[in-house]
Antibody, heavy 127, light 107 residues
Framework: EVQLVESGGGLVQPGGSLRLSCAAS????????MSWVRQAPGKGLEWVAN????????YYVDSVKGRFIISRDNAKNSLYLQMNSLRAEDTAVYYC????????????????????WGQGTLVTVSS | DVQMTQSPSSLSASVGDRVTITCRAS??????LNWYQQKPGKAPNLLIY???SLQSGVPSRFSGSGSGTDFTLTISSLQPEDFATYYC?????????FGGGTKVEIK
């Protein structure tokens, strides 16, 4: 059974740092892109960052570039999000998600989808 | 950046109703479009990928259609467990974006 379990959330002051972790099990972690998605209280979903299987490609939403770092340890089946210079607007539930890439017969090219998600961890940035 | 606009933002419907939710992209995204369902306090759950492909285990009352810029999610006969918020997501660009969500409430 595929499982993703986030940890590391909590209350942090503006300007502070926090490191989130996501422990993966039930699948070959090193074979998948992985992503972080967040959801501010009462708001919609926002794709934050993603990382390639070998960790050599990383992409970030503009609002976190230069402050957040996504990384992974395939030996430990773990995904991380180092969050620095935190702001009130970073307050959200942070989900890790597995990115599956599938070939759809009727479509040209591959399609990405988030087929498994963790339960989320809440990050609150407040003084 | 590709912007995704969902409509309506909320709707009220009764059990058994046919429900349609629309998602529009700011540029053509071919069929790089997924739909998710989210219930309060839970993580999103994938329903439809590649605009029209049903994820394994998802009831057949859910269907998706569209290509280019305009997409729809249809629930053919709304069930009590379908009251939730629905999000579209484009994966045409590297950092995909989600629509603002459509909350389906009980009438």
């Amino acid at each position: 059974e595929v499982q993703l379990v986030e940890s590391g959330g909590g209350l942090v002051q503006p300007g502070g740092s926090l490191r989130l972790s996501c422990a993966a099990s039930g699948f070959t972690f090193s074979s998948y892109w992985m992503s972080w998605v967040r959801q501010a209280p009462g708001k919609g979903l926002e794709w934050v960052a993603n990382i390639k299987q070998d960790g050599n490609e990383k992409y970030y939403v503009d609002s976190v570039k230069g402050r957040f770092i996504i990384s992974r340890d395939n030996a430990k089946n773990s995904l991380y999000l180092q969050m620095n210079s935190l702001r009130a607007e970073d307050t959200a539930v942070y989900y890790c998600a597995r990115v599956n890439i599938v070939v759809v017969p009727a479509a040209i090219g591959q399609r990405r989808l988030f087929d498994y998600w963790g339960q989320g961890t809440l990050v609150t940035v407040s003084s | 950046d590709v912007q995704m606009t969902q409509s309506p933002s909320s709707l009220s419907a009764s059990v058994g109703d046919r429900v349609t939710i629309t998602c529009r992209a700011s540029q053509s995204i071919s069929s790089y479009l997924n739909w998710y369902q989210q219930k309060p306090g839970k993580a999103p759950n994938l329903l439809i990928y590649a605009a029209a492909s049903l994820q394994s285990g998802v009831p057949s009352r859910f269907s998706g259609s569209g290509s280019g810029t305009d997409f729809t999610l249809t629930i053919s006969s709304l069930q009590p467990e379908d009251f939730a918020t629905y999000y579209c997501q484009q994966t045409y660009s590297t950092l995909g974006t989600f629509g603002g969500g459509t909350k389906v409430e009980i009438k």
